[in-house]
């Protein structure tokens, strides 16, 4: 029976099947919730994002405790941020990390105090950053020399000390399943460590940006920020990463006389999309790194940082769910004489563009009910006019799947919503909240009127 199992990785903890075969996110109905939401809509399991939220403080702080060092968990709101979803991580004990005015904005709506938020960007305008000095953000996060600069002048002229964290870039690349490790590095994120830079012989960029940091009074530095890449399962990228800042951090202290106080590892923990595919464990990672980077300021002789780490995807992907409803269903035949079932929904490129934009691949199940039908080879798509707009690349549905029918597809919490466009002037659908039975709206669904009332005419 098809879907019957639905279960485990990759849905949420709340994620399960009633007795008439219908799927339910923590007791509700996915019927009730298309039925008093509409579809598509995308669905959060409330108790399941905590539970995650909890799993990477509590697995980080012990890790790193066995060696006396402290860690703050950051939850990178770009994966996807609302008032409700800001305040839940916060009072789970994490803090927020930004990238703009209006990530911003909406962490300090929640109530987030700016000591415990962040500002990241490699182009942040003067006024995020004066919003963020005048919210007394905890950190800003510094991308290049031209920075230092202007967040330095920012701070003269509100008349505070800024906070600063310089982001350095080691080489190391990481997501999927491989990492590899390069001297330089052709992106635009953060100051490179490589020697010599782009002038023989000179220090680094990473080291020309922190020593610019401690020649401004109006900025306190931190410590020195690595972010290494996205959906990474495996833990050695993070060790390397982490080996050359404590190096960087080592240098600096012999240059300058500071050594810093803080490292930051950055976000990237791999989640599960698919059945039968293992997320990072939080656990096991923690405990990895820990001993690594401390194996590491060991032979340095420093003593360890306070360290911090920004999951945004291992938090809230797999809390979330997408409910669509079935349109049409139409066989194509292939030339290898297979025939694929086209499934096309309610939605598409517009609420998930990760497909689209990465190959990213997903699962769906028949939510609605279960079939006795045979699984057939499907592809889920949108409805938007093109081609490549595509939900699901290839799953086994049941051979009746049919209009009206429902399909869920799991782990669409993170960088779902918050990549969401109105290709097409589709209006953005909502998000839904549920816990303990009861499901109430975190961000409601777009409306036509929303889109006429920003077109001037
Ligand atoms: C995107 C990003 C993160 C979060 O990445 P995830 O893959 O969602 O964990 C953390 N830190 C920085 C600087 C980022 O750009």
Not at 42 to 70: I, K, M, N, S
Not at 325 to 351: A, E, H, I, Q, W
Request: glycine fraction near 12%; include cysteine; charged fraction near 25%.
């Amino acid at each position: 029976m098809a879907g019957a199992g639905t279960c485990g990785e990759p849905w949420s903890r709340g994620v399960a099947r009633d007795e008439a075969g219908a799927l339910t996110v923590a007791g509700v109905p996915v019927a009730e919730l298309a039925e008093r939401f509409g579809t598509p809509a995308y669905v959060l399991d409330e108790d399941d994002l905590r539970e995650r939220a909890r799993a990477y403080r509590r697995a980080f702080e012990a890790a790193f405790a066995e060696f006396g060092a402290g860690v703050d968990v950051y939850y990178a709101g770009k994966a996807f941020l609302s008032v409700a979803v800001a305040r839940w991580v916060h009072e789970e004990g994490l803090r927020v990390d930004t990238a703009s005015g209006g990530e911003l904005a909406v962490a300090l709506r929640a109530g987030v105090p700016g000591a415990d938020i962040g500002l990241h960007g490699n182009n942040k305008s003067d006024d995020e950053l004066r919003q963020a000095l005048a919210a007394g953000v905890g950190r800003i996060i510094v991308d290049s020399l031209v920075e230092v600069d202007r967040v330095a002048d920012l701070a003269a002229a509100a008349g505070v000390v800024a906070p600063v964290m310089v982001r350095v870039t080691t080489g190391v690349h990481a997501g999927g399943h491989e990492f590899i490790s390069t001297a330089h590095e052709d992106q635009k994120f953060g100051l490179s460590i490589a020697a010599g830079g782009d002038e023989q012989g000179s220090d680094s960029p990473a080291m020309r940006g922190l020593l610019a940091v401690l020649a401004r009074p109006e900025l306190r530095l931190l410590g020195i920020h690595s972010h290494i890449g996205s959906q990474i399962l495996d833990p050695s990228g993070f060790e390397v990463a982490a080996a050359a800042v404590l190096r960087l951090r080592a240098d600096l202290a012999e240059r300058s006389g500071v050594l810093v106080a803080e490292v930051d590892l950055g976000g990237g923990y791999g989640i599960a999309y698919l059945p039968g595919e293992v997320a990072l464990d939080a656990d096991r990672i923690a405990k990895d790194v820990a001993s690594s980077v401390a194996a590491s300021a060991a032979e340095l002789g420093t003593p360890l940082p306070r360290f911090s780490i920004e999951p945004g995807r291992a938090i809230v992907g797999p809390a979330g769910l997408t409910l669509y409803t079935v349109g049409t269903v139409k066989p194509v035949r292939l030339d290898d004489d297979r025939t694929r079932l086209y499934v096309s929904v309610d939605g598409g490129m517009s609420d998930n563009i990760r497909p689209a934009l990465y190959g990213a691949r997903y699962h769906a199940e028949l939510a609605s009910r279960t079939s006795d039908a045979e699984p057939v080879l499907a592809r889920v798509v949108g409805k938007h006019c093109e081609s490549g707009d595509i939900v699901v690349h290839e799953v086994d549905l049941p051979a009746d799947v049919r209009a009206g029918d429902l399909l869920a597809v799991p782990a669409t919490g993170a960088y779902g919503r918050s990549m969401a466009s109105n290709y097409n002037l589709l209006t953005r659908p909502p998000v839904v909240a549920v816990r303990g039975g009861q499901a109430r709206t975190l961000v409601r669904r777009e409306t036509v009127d929303d889109l006429l009332a920003l077109d001037q005419g």
